[in-house]
C-alpha cells in the first residue's frame, strides 16, 4: 500500500481532446487509478459519462440544472454522473466572454450540489507585473466569484495565465515556485481559502518544486495530463 503522507490534489484538464470516446476510454485507462495524491481528471463533457475513473472532474457548468438553456451543461446531471470537481473561470473560458457574474452564479450553483468548484484565477496579469500588482487582480476577481460564497468549501487554482500552455512556466520570472507561492498565501489569508492549487505549465519536471511549496496544495496541468508517463509521475510524486 502507498503511504499517504502530505497528500495533494492534482486535477488534470484534458481540454478538448481527444477527440474520439475510444481514445478518452483508452487514455483515462492508462492513469494509475491508486496513486499517491488524490487525483481527478476531466476529460471533455461528452465523454464523462464513458470514461472510467475514481474521481472525475467537469470543465465547465451552466449555473442552473434543467429548462430551455440551449447547449449548456447542468451540474445536477454531472452530479449524477458522480463528477467531484468542476473548474470554474478557466482563462480560456473568461477569453470567451465568461463573465464575473456568470462566474459566481457557477460557483454557487455547485456547491448547492455538493460538487467542489475550482475556481481559476490570475487571467489578466501580466509578466511586467510585480506580486501586489498580480494580487490587487486576484483579489478582484476573488471578490466577485466569492460573493455570499463559503470561500473554505472551494479549491482555488492559481494560473498566470501566460504561463499557461507555455511549454514552460520558468520562462518569465514570474511564474516561479516562489511567486506561486506567495499569491498562493494571499488567497488563503485574505479569503479563507483552504486549498490552492498552482496551473501553468506544470509537468513532471518542474512539479516537485511547486508541490514542496507549504502553501500551494497541488496542480492543475493541462497539456502534461494528456501524456499517461508524464502524468502518472507527477501524481505519484513524493514531496
Ligand atoms: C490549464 O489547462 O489550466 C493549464 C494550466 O494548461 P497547461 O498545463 O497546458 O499550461
Same mark, same amino acid.
Given at each position: 500500500?502507498?503511504? =499517504?503522507?502530505?497528500?495533494?490534489?492534482?486535477?488534470?484538464?484534458?481540454?478538448?481532446?481527444? !477527440?474520439? !470516446?475510444?481514445?478518452?476510454?483508452?487514455?483515462?485507462?492508462?492513469?494509475?487509478?491508486?496513486?499517491?495524491?488524490?487525483?481527478?481528471?476531466?476529460?471533455?463533457?461528452?465523454?464523462?459519462?464513458?470514461?472510467?475513473?475514481?474521481?472525475?472532474?467537469?470543465? #465547465?457548468?451552466?449555473?442552473?440544472?434543467?429548462?430551455? +438553456?440551449?447547449?449548456?451543461?447542468?451540474?445536477?446531471?454531472?452530479?449524477?454522473?458522480?463528477?467531484?470537481?468542476?473548474?470554474?473561470?478557466?482563462?480560456?473560458?473568461?477569453?470567451?466572454?465568461?463573465?464575473?457574474?456568470?462566474?459566481?452564479?457557477?460557483?454557487?450553483?455547485?456547491?448547492?450540489?455538493?460538487? &467542489?468548484?475550482?475556481?481559476?484565477?490570475?487571467?489578466?496579469? &501580466?509578466?511586467?507585473?510585480?506580486?501586489?500588482?498580480?494580487? #490587487?487582480?486576484? =483579489?478582484?476577481?476573488?471578490?466577485?466569484? !466569492?460573493?455570499?460564497?463559503?470561500?473554505?468549501?472551494?479549491?482555488?487554482? +492559481?494560473?498566470?495565465?501566460?504561463?499557461?500552455?507555455?511549454? #514552460?512556466?520558468?520562462?518569465?520570472?514570474?511564474?516561479?515556485? #516562489?511567486?506561486?507561492?506567495?499569491?498562493?498565501?494571499?488567497? =488563503?489569508?485574505?479569503?479563507?481559502?483552504?486549498?490552492?492549487?498552482?496551473?501553468?505549465?506544470?509537468?513532471? &519536471?518542474?512539479?516537485?518544486?511547486?508541490?514542496?511549496?507549504?502553501?500551494?496544495?497541488?496542480?492543475?496541468?493541462?497539456?502534461?495530463?494528456?501524456?499517461?508517463?508524464?502524468?502518472?509521475?507527477?501524481?505519484?510524486?513524493?514531496?
Amino acid at each position: 500500500m502507498k503511504l =499517504k503522507h502530505n497528500q495533494k490534489l492534482i486535477i488534470g484538464n484534458w481540454k478538448l481532446n481527444p !477527440l474520439t !470516446l475510444k481514445e478518452a476510454v483508452r487514455l483515462a485507462s492508462k492513469i494509475d487509478p491508486q496513486p499517491l495524491h488524490e487525483t481527478v481528471i476531466c476529460p471533455p463533457t461528452l465523454f464523462l459519462s464513458s470514461v472510467k475513473y475514481p474521481r472525475l472532474g467537469a470543465q #465547465d457548468c451552466f449555473w442552473l440544472n434543467k429548462g430551455a +438553456y440551449t447547449g449548456q451543461t447542468s451540474p445536477l446531471a454531472l452530479k449524477k454522473l458522480g463528477v467531484k470537481y468542476c473548474l470554474v473561470g478557466h482563462s480560456e473560458n473568461r477569453t470567451a466572454g465568461e463573465s464575473e457574474e456568470m462566474i459566481q452564479k457557477k460557483v454557487s450553483a455547485l456547491l448547492s450540489v455538493k460538487i &467542489t468548484p475550482v475556481l481559476c484565477v490570475g487571467f489578466g496579469t &501580466t509578466v511586467e507585473e510585480d506580486d501586489l500588482e498580480v494580487t #490587487d487582480i486576484i =483579489k478582484s476577481q476573488l471578490t466577485s466569484a !466569492l460573493a455570499g460564497i463559503d470561500a473554505s468549501k472551494i479549491v482555488v487554482a +492559481y494560473e498566470p495565465v501566460w504561463a499557461i500552455s507555455s511549454g #514552460d512556466p520558468y520562462h518569465h520570472k514570474m511564474a516561479t515556485p #516562489d511567486h506561486a507561492e506567495k499569491i498562493a498565501m494571499f488567497i =488563503k489569508t485574505k479569503f479563507g481559502v483552504k486549498k490552492v492549487l498552482y496551473g501553468g505549465s506544470a509537468n513532471s &519536471t518542474n512539479a516537485l518544486e511547486f508541490l514542496e511549496q507549504p502553501d500551494i496544495d497541488g496542480l492543475l496541468p493541462g497539456g502534461a495530463s494528456l501524456l499517461p508517463k508524464d502524468f502518472n509521475q507527477i501524481i505519484n510524486m513524493s514531496c
